[in-house]
């Protein structure tokens, strides 16, 4: 991706900073009051969070990218040993997958003004952008499809099972209710994590768009999302709205 970022520093530029030098493909950027505090947090504590990106630390893979495990201290944001500080995922893009750097901003841009008990938490970015690197908070059980689809899992309660699905339909109406609505568009069951209690956090803002304002009922996109999961209707008229 042809992006260039004039900076390569590990300063302290912040989100609305940052995404108002990426390419102009990236999302409309909001205003920098709506932006929570995301902070930078330097390449060199994420690989030392991840031991060097180690393989006792992956956690999964895939043609977009890898995401490790990793310790850091919540308050300094460097790396702590494993068992200390708070459990980190950190998703690296690959830098040769389609839309990559899209992907990336996109999440950057809606997790670092989303803040929502089921939405998974952005805890910071790698500033060295090029790197395309996001640090959430850990989710213990992993995603749901996992638990759903893999032989190794067991079971889910139906207790679970209801808690889950109402879980993310908190999170889908905190993104269609909000003054300026989220589409997410991957809503499926890869893309809902789940802590070790089982509480249900959406993931996966790379697809997302803005959905209409004011008296508009729809916006027009390009279908993107995952067949079996995406709304007939959006699929076949390529209008998307809240009820898709
Ligand atoms: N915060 C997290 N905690 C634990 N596992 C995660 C976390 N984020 C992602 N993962 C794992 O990585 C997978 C891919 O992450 P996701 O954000 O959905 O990226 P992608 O765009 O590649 O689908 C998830 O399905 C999940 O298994
Ligand atoms: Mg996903």
Request: glycine share 6%.
């Amino acid at each position: 991706m042809g992006c260039v970022l004039n900076f390569r520093s590990k300063g302290k530029m912040s989100v609305p900073m940052l995404l108002s030098q990426i390419s102009p493909q990236a999302p409309s950027s909001p205003s920098s009051s709506s932006h929570i505090d995301v902070q930078p947090i330097a390449f060199e504590e994420i690989k030392k969070a991840t031991r060097n990106f180690q393989h006792s630390f992956y956690l999964e893979h895939g043609a977009w990218g890898h995401v490790f495990k990793g310790y850091i201290d919540e308050h300094t944001l460097t790396a702590s040993k494993p068992g200390f500080g708070i459990t980190i995922a950190v998703k690296i893009w690959n830098p040769e997958g389609v839309q990559a750097h899209q992907e990336w901003s996109k999440e950057l841009n809606y997790l670092s003004q989303l803040r929502h008990p089921n939405v998974v938490r952005l805890v910071g970015y790698c500033p060295e952008e090029e790197k395309m690197i996001l640090v959430y908070e850990f989710m213990a059980k992993g995603s749901l499809d996992n638990h759903l689809f893999r032989r190794e899992h067991e079971s889910l309660s139906w207790a679970t099972r209801i808690k889950v699905a109402i879980d993310a339909a908190r999170a889908l109406s905190f993104l269609h209710d909000k003054d300026k609505p989220v589409i997410h568009r991957s809503f499926r069951t890869a893309d809902i994590l789940l802590d070790g209690e089982f509480n249900a956090k959406l993931c996966d803002f790379g697809l997302a768009r803005d959905g209409p304002t004011g008296d508009m009922t729809h916006v027009s996109t390009r279908v993107l999302g995952t067949f079996g999961y995406a709304a007939p209707e959006y699929v076949a008229t390529v209008v998307s709205g809240i009820a898709t």
